[in-house]
């Protein structure tokens, strides 16, 4: 893993989805080392950098771009003048509900709308009238549809027309959920809706991925060689062109070109191959939305390191076990048929079916991570080492997209 600057906060990033589930922006998880919301952005230069550089990256429709960072303020943090100089049109400032809503916060509101600043309130409570002059300054209004109850929001967005704010729906857990709010109208969605599987009984795993799951049998063996692997791949021809493409690729900088997966076995090893295999496993088809490929690879990455800081043996099967453990929302099939089809060691099974043994400790504190939920993390690794992992896994996933595009 390359040098990354080591801040003293942890970050995570939630996306924030359109109509359609692209990505138009992250709402930023931010806590310092012990796990306190941070009220400034401390050694801003480094952390904004950071930002920008890393967490507002995303590799779209063939390109890296930026999106904007929701960034999470309090009545203090705006009052005490402690914002920095944030380039505008990469950060919407959004307001907590339990902020105390004086004129004084008003005021200072209404002049960063004014400075252009883009602006979301967030635990918008309708009985209470405190938020009532804010609705004329902000821009995203956003809705917990869990606390406020689905069916009593069609009555409310009837009452907030007149503000002509984009509406956020946040919690949006399920597939149903979102497909309700959709016919609301909701503009922005945020939530777990897209890692939750809706599995279509009986499926089973077809075409390449077929010949991707062989592969893997046969990666695995332990008489394996280079040849027995290739021939297993030769059953998809246009499989092992894609490989050969991403091995040739700048992912993997090499001085002269692979022409034959066995030549690529033996330079690059059989763990390259196999990260490979598995990464062609997960890649999408056209009905999921790019950002599930996204966090497969930041959770296989991201778990790999961590079991790489923590010394732990064979840092690749815990990759596996990151990478696969959203397989079923992928595939739609439960993740019980699936390991029935799937040839893994029975450990690696059992993490990903009930996050058992190392392997699923592991997958367990990622998922803390994803969510924010630092206060959860007890490996005993030092808390930037999280940080810095995740980040690198940010940058490590944008990558292979792109390698895989090319490819």
Partial sequence: MAEEPQLDVLMARQPIY????????????????????????KDEEATLGVLLGTYSSIFKKGAIRSVPCFLKVTDSFLLNNDVPELPRESFVLELLGHSDITPELISRVKGLARQGYRLALADYDPRDPKFEPLLNIVHVLKLDIQLLGLDNIPALLQRLRPYQLELLADKVETQD????????????????????????????????????LQLLAELQRPAATAQSIEQVALHDPALTYRILRVVNSAAFNLQREISSLSHAISLLGVDQIKRWVMLFLTSSDSTKPDELTRNMLIRGRFCELLAEMMGRDEPINHFIVGLLSQ???????????????????????????SRAHSYGELLKQIEFYERGQFDQLNTGLDRPFYEVAYRHSLNWAQQILQAMQDG
């Fill in 18 to 41: 359109t109509k359609s589930q692209d990505v138009v922006a992250f709402e930023l998880l931010f806590r310092d080392s012990e796990g306190r919301f941070v009220e400034g952005l």
């Fill in 327 to 353: 397989l079923d929302v992928l595939l739609d099939m439960s993740m019980d048929d699936l390991m029935d089809q799937v040839p893994l060691q029975q450990e690696m099974k059992d993490a990903l079916l």
């Fill in 177 to 212: 959920e979102f497909r309700r709010c959709l016919e609301m109208g909701f503009a922005l969605y945020m939530g777990y809706f897209l890692n939750k599987p809706e599995p279509v009984k009986g499926k089973k795993i077809t075409g390449n991925k077929v010949v991707l």
